[in-house]
């Protein structure tokens, strides 16, 4: 059922799966992108490229299927970003999301301390119990990254979060600041993001970043700490719907 | 007894001893103390539930005898002519502790650095020496060594299959999985008939860590690190990624110019010492049949080409050679991949190692892009290199057979 021929990855499918639970008022924090499947591509004459992809999404820690989605990717030529229908059928119900929303929100909220780290997952693929959530809130941060900078050619993952630091806030939202490396294809490159993240459940992620690109000019010791102050020097702010 | 003088005149002798009780053992340790003996004990006395194994020279004998019979300690020749085999049965034997060692001790669940794998790539052919062999094929960039382990039950010219691993040094479950399959390879023969059918026509040769400097470093300095090390003048920016370097439409679109970019082709085909060392090999050796190199991360299975997006001419073969391996891979796990040409696949790009060898004559040219899917990347977690090695074998096997059976 799938077309092996033109069946490039689209990492940045996240986010849409957010866009419609938001159409819906909520916000899904705790869900992963997983199988995607092209079914047709189909070439517009004189406007551009449609992709007819079917996918599934997993629920971050337990793997289990959360939702199944189909959409059609409209790239017109000369915009980089498509426009989108899509439909999901979900295996759990708007009140069973909102709960997960909410136990995933508390697990965060528990820490008494911020939550400080880096290199999560570490050179060895370990995720710390401690370091899970706020990982799988970057996945989700990172996705609204790679919608905006994604194209029909250039996708993204992220790799690693390679540093992460949590604000605590006055109000009820939580506030993390990240460093994650963006797995570039198929240029390969490792983009450096910074990115804020805010989150209140029920209401959409508030994401800001500012990306550069880590191999240029010269090597340091810790490349993290790397700046180029290429071109990239654009503050981003994915403002909340409300 | 005269006739057993006789029969070993001027032979060392091996003599199995059985002692019956711990003084008995005592008696052998004391015997060990006697230098001007020149015993050479092979299984020292510790315990009587042990047996003790003394090469004794001809000269020492009697004196050796004498001293067990006096004090009642059971003794048996083991070896009547030592000359002869000597040395093949301590060999077997340092190989038998060490098997025991390695397979007790080496982690193969687990990532390693470079000079663990290299000692554990040395105990494998020390192992198994009568079928692995290491081989070295040049250095890298920065003076490391590059072994490939050869796997061959004799004759000269065999036709062979050439394995890669780690030509990107972040793809950690490569070098893992290589590792891994080169024990199997060797523990397999033997054993699995149909590794041991395909050994007994064709030769396997695999190259465990094809970048061995951007692994250090990726250990070392930048876990995300891909290309070679090698530094040109005047530029700030190191290393080539090695699979753009291949003569193979080289420096045409999927590969960059810009030295500093991870996909950058280098100044000209096969400028990398990683690649020219393989490709002088390959081309030396003249008899390879199977060129498969293996990355990750996607979950993929794929032939040429890559530099154009054309299909091969052996396309409706290597498809099927594909498909197959892919269902076999994943028969074991789950696991799905996706098979079809690179630039159908992934994405165009030039100057691979596989369109290399295919255009240098090498049908069965395929590259694996192992586990995941982009969940952990390139960080999978060590507890999925076994699996992962182990289903991707199914996949190899699979291939292998194919060449074994369709000699061209």
Redesign the interface.
């Given at each position: 059922m799938c077309l092996a021929k033109n069946n490039k990855q689209f990492p940045g499918l996240i986010y849409l799966f957010s866009q419609t639970a938001t159409g819906q008022n909520t916000e899904r924090a705790s869900i992963f992108f997983s199988r995607s499947c092209l079914l047709l591509f189909q070439p517009v004459l004189g406007t551009g490229h449609k992709y007819y992809l079917q996918f599934t999404t997993e629920d971050y820690k337990t793997r289990e299927n959360v939702g199944t989605c189909l959409a059609i990717v409209f790239y017109l030529k000369r915009k980089p970003t498509p426009t989108v229908n899509i439909k999901c059928t979900y295996t759990k119900d708007q009140k069973e999301v909102q709960e997960d929303d909410h136990r995933f929100y508390q697990k965060i909220r528990q820490h008494t301390k911020p939550i400080i780290g880096s290199y999560i997952p570490d050179s060895y693929g370990n995720i710390e119990p401690a370091f899970e959530s706020a990982w799988a809130l970057a996945v989700v941060g990172s996705s609204y990254i790679m919608w905006e900078k994604s194209t029909e050619n250039l996708g993204y993952f992220m790799a690693q979060v390679k540093h992460v630091k949590q604000w605590i806030s006055k109000d009820d939202s939580i506030d993390f600041d990240y460093a994650v490396l963006l797995h570039e294809i198929p240029t390969q490159e490792m983009i450096l993001c910074h990115m804020r993240v805010i989150w209140i459940p029920n209401h959409p992620l508030k994401v800001k970043y500012f990306c550069s690109s880590e191999n240029q000019s010269a090597e340091s010791e810790d490349v993290s700490g790397m700046e180029s102050g290429s071109a990239d020097g654009i503050l981003n702010e994915r403002a909340a719907n409300f | 007894m005269n006739k057993v003088y006789f029969f070993f005149l001027n032979r060392d002798q091996v003599l199995r001893i059985r002692a019956s009780s711990d003084d008995q053992i005592d008696k052998l340790q004391l015997l060990e103390t006697l230098e001007h003996l020149q015993l050479d004990f092979w299984l020292h006395p510790s315990n009587p539930a042990l047996p003790v194994d003394i090469r004794v020279p001809f000269g020492s004998l009697q004196a050796v005898r004498a001293f067990l019979g006096y004090h009642d300690i059971e003794y048996s020749i083991l070896i009547e002519d030592v000359q002869v085999i000597l040395n093949e049965e301590k060999q077997e034997m340092i190989s038998n502790q060490r098997r025991e060692r390695s397979n007790s001790n080496f982690n193969y669940g687990?990532?390693h650095s470079l000079d663990a794998i290299y000692k554990a790539i040395d105990d494998l052919a020390a192992e198994y020496h009568g079928l692995v062999s290491k081989l070295q094929i040049g250095e890298s960039y920065e003076k490391r060594p590059l072994y490939v382990l050869k796997f061959s039950t004799g004759g000269p010219d065999r036709p062979a299959i050439w394995l890669d691993a780690g030509i990107h040094a972040r793809e950690w479950v490569t070098q893992a999985t290589a590792l891994w399959t080169a024990q199997k390879i060797a523990s397999e023969y033997g054993n699995d008939p149909s590794i041991t059918s395909l050994l007994d026509t064709m030769d396997i040769f695999l190259l465990v860590v094809t970048n061995p400097d951007g692994y250090v470093y990726s250990?070392a300095?930048?876990?995300?690190w891909?290309k070679t090390r090698s530094k040109a003048a005047g530029s700030?920016?190191?290393g080539v990624?090695p699979n753009r370097n291949w003569d193979a439409g080289f420096g045409g679109p999927?590969s960059?110019d810009q030295r500093?970019?991870?996909?950058y082709h280098g100044p000209h085909a096969n400028s990398e010492v990683e690649v020219k060392s393989i490709v002088d090999f390959i081309k030396k050796h003249g008899n390879i049949k199977a060129f498969l190199t293996i990355h990750s991360y996607s979950q993929l299975l794929m032939y040429p080409y890559g530099y154009k997006c054309t299909e091969p001419a052996d396309y409706r073969e290597l498809d099927t050679v594909g498909k197959a391996a892919a269902n076999a891979l994943t028969s074991l796990h789950g696991t799905?991949f996706?098979?079809?040409t690179i630039c159908?696949?992934?994405?165009q790009?030039s100057g691979g190692s596989i369109d290399w060898s295919y255009d240098f004559g090498i049908k069965y040219s395929f590259a694996f892009e192992l586990r995941d899917?982009?969940?952990?990347?390139?960080?999978?977690?060590?507890d999925?290199i076994i699996p992962t090695a182990e289903e991707t074998w199914l996949g190899l096997k699979s291939i292998m057979e194919h060449v074994r059976d369709h000699p061209y």
């Open positions: - | 687990a990532y250990h300095k930048n876990r995300m891909r700030l920016c190191v990624d999927g960059s500093c970019s991870d996909s799905s996706k098979v079809g159908s696949t992934i994405y790009a899917t982009g969940r952990y990347g390139f960080l999978l977690p060590a999925q």
